[in-house]
């Protein structure tokens, strides 16, 4: 294509509709199933259940240290469907483009959707483009939805988390948050700290070994560790207490974070997962964990309580217990 | 070399526990009562000593009428303003600076007065104007900022002073014969600014003990045990915890530029009513960035909100639990007042951190 | 209201600013409240500016009780 950014026309279905699919998406993404060219995407599934997630990714920059959209929302959905219990196969992908965009960038984050799926081992199927006006997107807005098998001895479910449970947190906080915050405009402040943006397929052997001594898995996003473990706290019906000393944040997510006045536990993390484990297992799943690249920070960093249903508390470096409340409206940077 | 730190700080705990004295410590620094909250401290100290915040929070402390006067400013003058984040969420009486922006009015986020010499310099056919806020910590920056702008000659740059000064307050407190106030844990930042002779000179006068502190958790705790160890032996004198940071003269530096910028004025301070020499105004020669006298901002008449009791808690009259509102009809995420907004407001740090929600 | 972060002194860009590191994370600070700083130096950082440097032969989290500590221990 002669044009060097996305126009309305790209959108319209027509001849340049066509064009940008066949140029842009279908190179990057080749299977049998896409090439099939249906309305919709035919998939033979073994039996059994089936999960199914979507999730919509609007993230402002595009490109960032650690990832791009295009990794984002392959990961997103692929780390849902693991939380699942389930091995993910399928994935369909939804573009909205802001006229103008620039083509290069859109061949970039379907490369890089390509390269993510491909590691992952998952198969991009169906998709659709439409192009917005100028000014109604940022860049480009993605969906992806995706469906995998769920095996039959896994049930992941808060409502079978008991006390004594152990907590356990793949690895450090804070990362994709605070990388993101960072780099907004109108911060003079230059950080090492890189998106933790990643696809924890690794998890998938280690965690069919333990079968339903796992309670139920969640991936802290927006809103951070905080935010998912008062969600399941409500949802289990349970007390969550946790040890600020053993929440795992690398010093320099600590260091920035002090500098704009955030918390980590409140920032949003893209390749980390929250693991409900019965206690006879916790040290055994700790230690496996450990053994594998993208969770070799893993901690365990509290445990299920019958009392102080729907609530999480954290003990400080005192010994003492406060709320770790959920995140109540934007987390604003603060001075003072 | 952390397991000795972490033992020591068990000690002084015990320490602090073993005191036998029935007595109420003040702390005047917002930042002091986040770092309190967050450690835990209060809940493990014995029925006897109890811990009070006083009216530490510059953004709890803006009366009223005051933030009035900030919206009604972005209500009707064509200006980008520029404020801390802590400022969006406090009610004014009908409305809030986050409310006003999403009626479309400019107003953007700083971490620092210079990010608003920046827009003020790319912007220069807009009126920008920096809301000031804060104690002696914040004040020289703002006063810096102020003599760069007339140096640049940035005729487009104003700022609407908020700013207070500690000392008149604690004046205050200290004659006020319905306030319990044994010991004070002084604000350690202010003291890094004006240094430790003013509150010397109070300790003495009010025979108080007063402890300039730091913020870790290891700071909180030595200044308590300082307090107490003067309690017991009935002194009364200044004593510096934070002398890593706080030197005994404070920064001369800073404290010159707050003389040349800004004279002190008669100030309303929420809670505590109209104190004189406790405001900061730009002084006659900056008085065209003063931005109430360029944009002829009116005095706006205080609607006490019903029920509210901000005051009383900033004068550490009651404890948040003991507000009729608390938990209730107010909480962080509807506020009714700035002592809950704010991230260093006193109702936002029980409701936060402690486990029992609600009225005890 | 006195949110201060302890940040080491990288180098002076100018005569009225320098670059300062925390854990690896740099930012501009404004220096003319303390323009004696020279890098190396600690200093204590509040909304832009550094407000003071901090004495480290004063470390940390220096016990200054500990030898009352060590008395009441037993």
């Known amino acids: 294509m002669t044009q060097e950014r996305i126009l309305l026309a790209h959108g319209s279905g027509g001849l340049m509709s066509q064009r940008l699919i066949d140029e842009v998406f279908k190179q990057a993404w080749r299977n049998e199933i896409m090439e099939a060219m249906l309305d919709g995407a035919i998939l033979q599934v073994p039996a059994g259940r089936l999960a199914m997630s979507t999730d919509s990714f609007v993230i402002t920059p595009l490109f960032f240290p650690g990832g791009d959209i295009g990794k984002l929302s392959i990961c997103g959905t692929v780390n849902d469907l693991l939380a699942c219990g389930a091995t993910p196969l399928y994935l369909s992908t939804a573009f909205i483009i802001e006229e103008g965009l620039p083509l290069a960038d859109l061949r970039v984050i379907a490369a890089s959707m390509a390269q993510t799926a491909r590691e992952v081992g998952v198969k991009l199927v169906t998709g659709d483009t439409k192009v917005v006006e100028k000014g109604s997107a940022d860049g480009v807005f993605i969906n992806t939805t995706g469906i995998g098998i769920i095996p039959a001895d896994i049930d992941y479910r808060p409502q079978r988390i008991q006390p004594q449970d152990q907590v356990i947190v793949t690895g450090c906080v804070g990362d994709h948050g605070l990388a993101i915050l960072a780099r907004r405009e109108g911060l003079a402040f230059s950080t090492p700290v890189v998106s933790d943006c990643a696809a924890l397929i690794q998890l998938r052997e280690i965690i069919s070994q333990y079968g339903n001594a796992i309670r139920c898995m969640r991936d802290p996003t927006r809103g951070g560790l905080a935010t998912v473990l008062n969600e399941i706290a409500v949802q289990a019906g349970v007390g969550i207490h946790v040890k600020e000393a053993d929440i795992p944040v690398a010093p320099a997510v600590q260091g920035a974070c002090d500098l704009l006045g955030m918390d980590p536990l409140y920032m949003a993390n893209e390749g980390k997962m929250v693991i409900f484990v019965a206690a006879a297992l916790a040290q055994s799943l700790l230690n496996d964990l450990r053994r594998l690249p993208q969770t070799q920070a893993a901690s365990i960093i509290g445990q299920i309580s019958a009392e102080t249903p729907g609530m999480v508390l954290i003990e400080t470096e005192l010994g003492a217990q406060r709320i770790l409340g959920i995140l109540e409206g934007e987390h604003v940077p603060r001075i003072c | 070399m952390d397991n000795d730190v972490k033992e020591y700080k068990q000690h002084l705990l015990r320490a602090i526990q073993l005191f036998s004295g029935s007595v109420s410590l003040m702390e005047v620094c917002g930042t002091h009562t986040m770092a309190i909250a967050k450690s835990g401290i209060r809940g493990l100290l014995p029925p006897n000593i109890k811990l009070l915040s006083g009216p530490g929070c510059p953004v709890c402390v803006t009366s009223q009428g005051d933030i009035d006067a900030v919206i009604v400013m972005v209500q009707h003058k064509d200006i980008i303003l520029i404020t801390f984040g802590d400022m969006m969420r406090v009610p004014g009486t009908h409305s809030s600076l986050q409310e006003e922006r999403s009626r479309g009015a400019d107003i953007r986020i700083a971490y620092s007065p210079l990010d608003a010499l920046r827009v003020a310099r790319d912007n220069p056919d807009k009126e920008v104007v920096f809301l000031g806020i804060g104690f002696e910590t914040t004040t020289p920056t703002i006063a810096i900022t102020i003599e760069q702008a007339r140096r640049e000659g940035l005729n487009n740059f104003s700022v609407f002073s908020l700013h207070k000064v500690v000392p008149p307050a604690l004046e205050l407190i200290f004659s006020d014969s319905e306030i319990k106030v044994d010991g004070l844990l002084c604000p350690g930042h202010v003291s890094a600014v004006i240094g430790v002779k003013t509150f010397g000179s109070l300790a003495r006068k009010y025979h108080k003990p007063c402890v300039v502190t730091g913020f870790e958790t290891l700071d909180i705790l030595e200044g308590i045990y300082m307090l107490l160890q003067q309690l017991k032996k009935e002194e009364a004198r200044v004593e510096n915890q934070y002398s890593r940071v706080v030197k005994p003269e404070g920064n001369p530096i800073a404290c010159q530029s707050m003389e040349r910028v800004f004279q002190p004025v008669p100030a309303r301070w929420r809670g505590l009513g109209m104190i004189p020499a406790s405001g900061l105004q730009l002084r006659e020669e900056f008085s065209d960035m003063d931005a109430r006298k360029r944009f002829d901002i009116p005095e706006i008449e205080e609607i006490p909100i019903k029920g509210c009791a901000c005051g009383e808690v900033l004068a550490g009259k009651i404890t948040p639990l003991e507000c009729v509102l608390f938990g209730q009809a107010c909480t962080p995420l509807n506020p009714v007042g700035p002592c809950m907004v704010s991230h260093e407001g006193s109702c936002a740090a029980y409701y936060r951190y402690i486990p029992t929600k609600g009225r005890s | ?74």
């Open chain 3, 1 to 74: 209201m006195c949110l201060g972060v302890p940040a080491r002194v990288v180098e002076k860009t100018t005569n009225y600013s320098a670059r300062v590191d925390v854990n690896g994370n740099h930012t501009e600070i404004n220096i003319q409240l303390t323009p004696d700083v020279e890098p190396g130096q600690f200093v204590l950082v509040h909304a832009g500016f550094a407000m003071e440097i901090i004495d480290e032969s004063i470390a940390l989290e220096t016990m200054h009780y500990l030898e009352e500590m060590l008395q009441y221990g037993q």
